[in-house]
Each structure stands twice: as structure tokens, then as C-alpha cells.
């Protein structure tokens, strides 16, 4: 038998493993909600574990558990779209970086060709390929700056 059969509501739910993230997926319904509740607009929430209540923290109105749950599973999801697209600004920085240092005259004709086939990739590549191969080809040319001062010095 089926805990939704006998009428059993699931009180404890456990963390995630580490590193894992919670999953939501919001389903709309168009109905127009019961009439015995009102919004509450603070975002303050305060949750009693002894009782199993939320309640607001600025007003003091006993809330939905489930308004809650939509509350953080909507913020939850605009951060994960915000943190999508901020990596992804961040990977077209380290390739604008990469179009900078093709055009250096001291890349060499294999640095070009490693930088000319991460292009090609660019759909592809992760932001820490293209992290590690901008800062390996800008290490490796300020290292080769150094030298020629270094050399123009002592002559």
C-alpha cells in the first residue's frame, strides 16, 4: 500500500548530498486561489520547527507552506538562470581575450592554431577550457616580453 493511499504527508525530508542542488519544476495553474487567503509581500520567513509553521517575519501572518516553496523555488530558479548567464559573460570575456592574443606578434604559429580551434569550439568549450588555455597563452607570453626586455637590457 501506497503512503498517498493511506493519507501519510512525507514530514522529513533530508539535505542533498554535497555539491548537489534541490530540484523544482513549476507547474501553473490558472484557477483563482481560495478565498481565504491573502498575499503577504516580506520575504522574511520564519520557520518553527517545533510546531511546523511559517510564518512572516515582519507581520506576523501565518503563511502557505506551499506559497513558500513556490516563493523559494522561483528564486532558485531566476538564480540559476543568472548564474547560466553570468558564466556565460565570463567564457565570451576569456575568448575576446583569446582574439587578443592571436593578434599579439609574438604568438606563435602554434598558439595560433590552439586558439584558432578553441574558436571553432566555442560552443562547446567550457568557461575552464577557455580559462586555462587564456591564461596558459597570456602566461606564456609575458614570459616571452620578459625575456626580450631582459635580452635588450644586458646588450
Not at 503512503?3 to 533530508?14: L, Q, S
Not at 596558459?136 to 626580450?148: C, G, V
Request: proline content about 6%; hydrophobic content about 35%.
Amino acid at each position: 500500500m501506497d503512503d498517498r493511499e493511506t493519507g501519510f504527508v512525507a514530514g522529513m525530508i533530508f539535505p542533498t548530498p554535497a555539491g548537489s542542488k534541490p530540484l523544482f519544476k513549476i507547474i501553473r495553474d490558472h484557477e483563482r486561489p481560495p478565498e481565504k487567503i491573502r498575499p503577504c509581500d516580506h520575504p522574511n520567513f520564519v520557520l518553527d520547527q517545533k510546531w511546523a509553521t511559517i510564518t512572516c517575519g515582519e507581520c506576523g501572518q501565518k503563511l502557505d507552506p506551499f506559497s513558500v516553496m513556490m516563493c523559494y523555488a522561483e528564486w532558485w530558479n531566476e538564480m540559476q538562470r543568472h548564474s547560466s548567464h553570468m558564466k556565460e559573460a565570463e567564457k565570451q570575456l576569456h575568448i575576446a581575450e583569446l582574439r587578443r592574443l592571436r593578434k599579439l606578434r609574438d604568438t606563435t604559429p602554434d598558439e595560433v592554431a590552439e586558439i584558432e580551434k578553441a574558436m571553432a569550439d566555442r560552443w562547446s568549450l567550457t568557461l575552464e577550457e577557455a580559462k586555462e588555455i587564456r591564461d596558459r597563452l597570456e602566461k606564456t607570453s609575458n614570459q616571452r616580453r620578459y625575456a626580450r626586455r631582459a635580452a635588450r637590457r644586458q646588450a
